[in-house]
């Protein structure tokens, strides 16, 4: 992925701003600082490497690559402000950026937070037209371009059902685990590996087998990524991880962490797992005694070892000749970075 093409797409649309009726360029301002704090560029790369793996010009998959970048920028946004969190990547979220910038929201107290809730909905919505832009702008023949679309379509609808379930599931009561994985994947598993690969290989006009393979690689990564990125959130530091820790107990996540925990603590243990989940003012020392429970019930060994399982089939997936060696050993790479990393 370019951070400079990225960077220049974005201080053009913060220029742009200067000619709208209202001075939004602090909010423009805002996005693009948020855009641009880090991030791992995953899905731009990945995108990248699916094109490669189909044998097309990397120009081809280019300009998607970045609108996948923008697509998550979008997601983030949003699951931020739902999620009530206030740090991302080191620094503030959209919604809390808005809501302390002077000069972009104005009024009392309360009225502010709304309207920079208000504002950073749109912004992450305005990010995803931009997405959207840019994956179709692809210098591809038509017929690419539209199962890129239908691909995308059916991508942004998955990803927004896993999110409203995601919401939804702390206030259902308990769920079977395959249920909790299923939101897991819906929500996070399927746009972070498959998508993207699945769009550069139908960019670069890949035959059956090589997105076969692809796929065979993607689905189980996904859910190992997912399961370290719950690890990360509960047990993660947050220096390192750019966010706070213990939101997602703040939030009553049903994690397989959290899951494999009910199944296996002890009854006292089940008993104080249930009564921290989901306390908004749950106490630093609170998430600490959750904490202790997701460890001494073996939960956090066993997630960790499932995680390690998936990446281990995702990589076998790799030896199918239909996707080449260099690729291959790219896709190697990043799979093992993606259950090892550290935020």
């Known amino acids: 992925m370019s951070e400079p093409a990225l960077r220049a797409l974005l201080d053009e649309k913060v220029s742009e701003a200067a000619s709208l009726p209202v001075d939004l360029t602090p909010a423009f301002a805002a996005l693009r600082d948020y855009v641009l704090r880090g991030g791992k560029r995953l899905r731009g790369a990945l995108c990248l490497l699916g094109n490669a793996a189909g044998g097309g010009a990397r120009s081809d998959a280019f300009s998607a690559a970045l609108g996948l970048e923008l697509l998550h920028a979008y997601l983030l946004v949003h699951d931020d402000f739902m999620d009530r969190d206030e740090e991302r990547r080191g620094g503030p979220t959209m919604h809390l950026s808005l809501a302390r910038a002077g000069g972009v929201v104005k009024g009392e107290a309360a009225a502010s937070a709304h309207a920079a809730g208000s504002l950073a909905i749109l912004f992450g919505s305005l990010c995803q037209a931009w997405a959207l832009e840019q994956i179709f702008a692809s210098p591809v023949a038509p017929e690419r371009t539209l199962a890129a679309a239908r691909l995308i379509a059916r991508a942004l609808g998955e990803v927004t059902l896993g999110q409203a379930l995601d919401v939804a599931a702390p206030l259902a009561g308990e769920l079977p685990r395959s249920a909790a994985l299923r939101i897991e994947e819906l929500k996070t598993g399927s746009y972070t590996f498959a998508l993207p690969l699945r769009l550069g290989a139908l960019l670069a006009g890949a035959s059956q087998e090589t997105q076969d393979a692809l796929a065979a690689y993607a689905h189980p990564l996904g859910k190992a990524f997912q399961i370290a990125d719950d690890l990360l959130g509960t047990f993660g530091a947050p220096e390192q991880t750019g966010k706070s820790a213990g939101n997602d107990l703040r939030e009553g996540k049903r994690t397989l ?24 003012d749950l106490s630093e020392a609170g998430v600490e005694e959750l904490r202790a429970i997701l460890r001494r019930s073996g939960a956090e060994a066993f997630a960790r070892a499932e995680a390690a399982r998936l990446c281990d089939e995702s990589v076998a997936a790799l030896a199918s000749l239909s996707i080449p060696r260099a690729v291959a050993e790219e896709l190697r790479a990043i799979a093992r970075y993606a259950v090892q990393r550290d935020s």
């Open 257 to 280: 962490l959290v899951l494999r925990a009910l199944e296996a603590a002890s009854p006292a243990d089940v008993a104080a797992l249930r009564e921290g989940l989901g306390r908004h």
